[in-house]
């Protein structure tokens, strides 16, 4: 059963989704749906509430209700049964805090519709952690570009690849690039770029520290470093440490450093050569300061090799 529920204003979705579903929203009376008539759908985008935060949620829905209406869509032949498409914290919040009625905005909505809009909704708030945006932004760009999830990577290392001028163009140009450059720009988030180079790299973590930044215990930059550790036991002992003691950037930076294995094995003519290698690469000699540095180091290396040099022909 619906009811009507005249004493409070309208819903109204937010202005960046009804501009990303292309289409105006009408204003609709709100309405009182029972919450046992509200089911959560199987593919729901997002997996991690903080605790703090949702019990927060339910004090203030407690004390003041549900002020801003779900969204669901009712579910084809289920007479009386909905879909939550849009607000699944609140949804929550609601049952723990004992409503038998939310207030909601129907709407008819096809699956990929009402996906695409929990997707939206989603990404637009400021507490995802970067996971689950990483994943989100998959799924919207699949939609978008009607393709399986697995193939976007590909398609976005190829775009950057192109961007790099490594390869002739061949997605930046044509309308799979401007669907995603179009998605990012609505979004107003990151950049395709800096999501190729420092988003999609987090799919690919170990899974302790996947675990650990899908429930927000750490910032994805220091799980980056973490990863870096190869020895299983000693970086999900790292990641502990990091989380328990809430450990700076530098200073997991330097217990990584620790943990590397020594170089010593290598030979000393493959280190010597590593060495100038780098030197040329880095071009030292085009900042003045450091090429001055560079001038102290290497007299004093010809001060040792003359001095062994004298010493080698006494000692003959």
Not at 89 to 99: C, E, K
Not at 203 to 223: F, S
Not at 262 to 270: F, I, K, L
Request: charged content about 25%; overall charge negative.
């Amino acid at each position: 059963m619906v009811r009507s529920r005249k004493t409070e204003q309208p819903y109204k979705a937010k202005a960046n989704i009804d501009v990303l579903m292309g289409q105006e929203q009408p204003s609709i009376e709100p309405l009182l749906l029972p919450i046992d008539s509200i089911s959560l759908p199987d593919g729901q985008p997002r997996r991690y509430f903080d605790p703090v935060k949702m019990e927060q949620l339910i004090q203030s829905i407690k004390t003041h209700g549900v002020l801003e209406n779900l969204l669901v869509r009712p579910l084809p032949d289920q007479e009386n049964q909905y879909e939550l498409v849009a607000g699944e914290r609140r949804y929550r919040a609601a049952i723990a805090s004992g409503l038998k009625e939310v207030p909601v905005t129907i709407r008819e909505l096809t699956p990929e519709q009402a996906l695409q809009l929990a997707l939206v909704e989603n990404l637009l708030r400021e507490d995802l952690n970067p996971v689950e945006e990483t994943e989100g932004i998959l799924q919207l760009l699949s939609i978008r570009l009607n393709m399986p999830v697995a193939e976007v990577p590909n398609l976005l290392y190829r775009m950057q690849h192109e961007a790099k001028g490594k390869v002739a163009q061949n997605v930046l140009g044509n309308e799979q690039g401007q669907a995603i450059m179009a998605v990012f720009e609505e979004l107003g988030k990151l950049s395709w770029e800096s999501f190729v180079s420092s988003r999609l790299p987090l799919l690919k973590l170990p899974a302790e520290i996947l675990e650990a930044l899908q429930a927000g215990k750490i910032a994805y930059t220091k799980a980056q470093l973490i990863a870096r550790v190869k020895d299983k036991e000693q970086r999900q002992s790292l990641l502990e440490e990091a989380i328990a003691a809430d450990l700076s950037l530098s200073e997991i930076k330097e217990r990584v450093k620790s943990l590397q294995p020594p170089t010593d094995t290598e030979t000393p003519q493959a280190t010597i050569q590593a060495v100038t290698r780098r030197i040329t690469q880095s071009k030292v000699w085009e900042n003045p300061k450091k090429w001055k540095q560079v001038q102290t180091l290497l007299k004093k290396l010809e001060v040792l090799i003359t001095e062994e040099d004298v010493a080698d022909k006494i000692n003959s």
